[in-house]
């Protein structure tokens, strides 16, 4: 059975840092890119950030270029996210996803098949 | 980035109804298209992805069609369990956007 276990989630204040964990399981993890998406309370989804399955290719959502830093350690079958400078914007719920990614010979695309319970972030002073 | 714009917000509508949700994109995106449930207080869930291959388990009454800019989640017999939110995404160009929802309410 698939499962991903968010961890890391809490109260900070603004300008302050946290680290999102995500430990995987009963599943190749080191197969699969991952993804974070956010969900502000009371709000729609939106995508965080994108990393490819040996962590050589990232993408980031311009609302945290510059801040947030996505990872993953395929030994741990763990996927990270550092949050530096936050914001009271990024108060919300952080999922760890997994990311069906394929390839056609013109176009890649995703498909988001596993989710995590997710972890809140507030920020707040 | 891609836009994608879903109508309606919201619907109410009762049990055995059909429902249509509505999913634009701002730029042609091919049927690079997945369609999530997401029930109160739990993770989205995928139910279509490239526009209209509904995923295992997904019961039958969800379709997905449309490709390029305009596509459609219609759910043909409305089930008390289908009360949730559903959100569309564009799934091939970086960022990979959402719609704002639609939920789905029981009259």
């Known amino acids: 059975e698939v499962q991903l276990e968010e961890s890391g989630g809490g109260l900070v204040q603004p300008g302050g840092s946290l680290r999102l964990s995500c430990a995987a399981s009963?599943?190749?993890?080191?197969?699969?890119?991952m993804n974070w998406v956010r969900q502000a309370p009371g709000k729609g989804l939106e995508w965080v950030s994108y990393?490819?399955?040996?962590?050589?290719?990232?993408y980031y959502a311009d609302s945290v270029k510059g801040r947030f830093t996505i990872s993953r350690d395929n030994a741990k079958n763990s996927l990270y996210l550092q949050m530096n400078s936050l914001r009271a914007e990024d108060t919300a719920v952080y999922y760890c996803?997994?990311?069906?990614?394929?390839?056609?010979?013109?176009?890649?695309?995703?498909?988001?098949?596993?989710w995590g319970q997710g972890t809140l972030i507030t920020v707040s002073s | 980035d891609i836009q994608m714009t879903q109508s309606p917000s919201s619907v109410s509508a009762s049990v055995g109804d059909r429902v249509t949700i509505t999913c634009r994109a701002s730029?042609?995106?091919?049927?690079?298209l997945a369609w999530y449930q997401q029930k109160p207080g739990k993770a989205p869930k995928l139910l279509i992805s490239t526009a209209s291959s509904l995923q295992s388990g997904v019961p039958s009454r969800f379709s997905g069609s449309g490709s390029g800019t305009d596509f459609t989640l219609t759910i043909s017999s409305l089930q008390p369990e289908d009360f949730a939110a559903y959100y569309c995404q564009q799934v091939n160009s970086f960022p990979l956007t959402f719609g704002q929802g639609t939920k789905v309410e029981i009259k």
């Open positions: 009963g599943f190749t993890f080191s197969s699969y890119e």
């Open positions: 996803v997994r990311d069906r990614r394929r390839c056609t010979s013109t176009s890649c695309y995703s498909a988001f098949d596993y």
């Open positions: 730029q042609g995106i091919s049927s690079w």
């Open positions: 990393i490819s399955t040996s962590g050589s290719t990232i």
